[in-house]
């Protein structure tokens, strides 16, 4: 199946589906992008979600080949496996531990975009009740390494940076009190080279 296309559908923006493009990145393996925008989101919704003969129609999904499964925590892993990096899972017990943050952070994206989307005090009471609490629960799991477990990159690293990324630009007022505590980390996994590379690419879907 490898050298059959792969191509990813999401919305255009780093959010839930972007986890999958770092592992893609990650592992160099060869892939195409349909990026939705909101704007243009009518080619989702009254187009592609009705004609891509998937069986749950969703964002993301992947195609491959004739192989198309939607769902992003089982799009991840099904490319861990196709691309070989269950490494990135961890090891041991230590595997649990880092599919709580993993599965934290994907709550939390969608938790952030969300709290974006209120205003007044809708979005005060989202941010206080579902969005800041986590995040002092992450920042005392991260401490002061480098990364969040076994000292090297794990999933949990790529989830977590997603989320405090979408933090930063969606809901930066509440991001201010995390700078110090998130920043090193921040900067320890953009400075990865296969990251710092992509995140100079045009692959690479930013924030507007």
Not at 42 to 57: A, Q, S, T
Not at 102 to 124: H, M, V, Y
Not at 182 to 196: A, R, S, T, V, Y
Request: aromatic share 14%.
């Amino acid at each position: 199946m490898s050298s059959l296309t792969l191509n990813l559908g999401y919305w255009a923006y780093p959010l839930r589906g972007q986890p999958i493009r770092y592992l893609l990145e990650l592992a160099q393996y060869p892939y195409q992008q349909t990026n939705y925008t909101f704007e243009g989101a009518n080619d989702w919704f009254e187009k592609d979600k009705k004609e891509l003969g998937l069986d749950f129609p969703n964002l993301p999904y992947l195609i491959h080949g004739d192989f198309k499964i939607t769902e992003s925590q089982n799009i991840v892993d099904y490319v861990l496996d196709l691309t070989k990096q269950h490494h990135l899972l961890g090891s041991g017990l230590t595997k649990f531990q880092i599919d709580n943050v993993r599965f934290l952070c994907n709550e939390l994206i969608s938790k952030i975009f969300l709290a974006s989307t209120k205003t007044g005090e809708e979005k005060k009471a989202e941010i206080n009740n579902s969005v800041t609490p986590k995040f002092k629960r992450l920042q005392a799991v991260l401490g002061n390494k480098k990364f969040f477990f076994e000292d090297k990159l794990t999933l949990a690293d790529i989830y977590a940076y997603t989320a405090i990324n979408a933090l930063q630009h969606l809901l930066n007022d509440e991001y201010k009190q995390f700078a110090q505590a998130f920043g090193p980390f921040m900067k320890n996994f953009e400075e990865i080279p296969l990251i710092k590379a992509y995140h100079s690419s045009t692959r690479y879907p930013r924030f507007k």
